[in-house]
């Protein structure tokens, strides 16, 4: 009689855990404005948290995943971290990824991006915020780098703070 009553309960727990999940994967993300022109990004590291601002005046705040070993200002090429400064944007059109934004770390030669997701991994959405695995990179769902990347303009910055 308990293992019948066990196993009751673990199957409503993991309902309700699939139930969760599903109205986190398909809740709709809140969109930039129209026509909204993105001149400055703010990233908090600690926060996995990235602002996106015109003119001052805050539009959004995206939740991102970092670096496999995020904590720390990157010392060196492979490192897995995410470089810590002010650096400045430019849209790059070569990612393996689904769209990308360059930072101008190491004068663009070490490939430190904003980027979505693989097309072979972009059913994972919003799940992939739930883990730091990026080479040092920061990454978006393949929506949200698709907004941003219309929304920066030529002389957009990113600070990057711990």
């Not at 993300?29 to 022109?37: F, Q, T, V």
């Not at 990157?74 to 400064?85: R, V, W």
């Amino acid at each position: 009689m308990k293992a019948f009553r066990f196993k009751s309960i673990l199957r409503l727990i993991f309902i309700v855990f699939l139930l969760f999940a599903t109205a986190y994967y398909f809740y709709p993300l809140e969109k930039l404005p129209p026509n909204a022109r993105v001149d400055k990004l703010v990233l908090f590291k600690s926060k996995r948290e990235m602002q996106a601002y015109s003119n001052g005046v805050l539009l959004k705040t995206y939740t991102v995943a970092l670096g496999s070993v995020p904590v720390g200002p990157k010392e060196k090429s492979g490192d897995h971290k995410t470089p810590e400064g002010t650096f400045f944007l430019r849209k790059h059109n070569n990612s393996q990824y689904y769209k990308a934004l360059d930072l101008s770390y190491n004068n663009y030669q070490n490939n430190i991006e904003i980027h979505g997701m693989k097309p072979t991994y972009e059913w994972i959405g919003k799940f992939q915020r739930f883990y730091d695995w990026t080479d040092g990179c920061i990454a978006l769902t393949n929506p949200e780098i698709e907004e941003l990347y219309a929304a920066v303009v030529p002389t957009a910055q990113i600070e990057i703070k711990p």
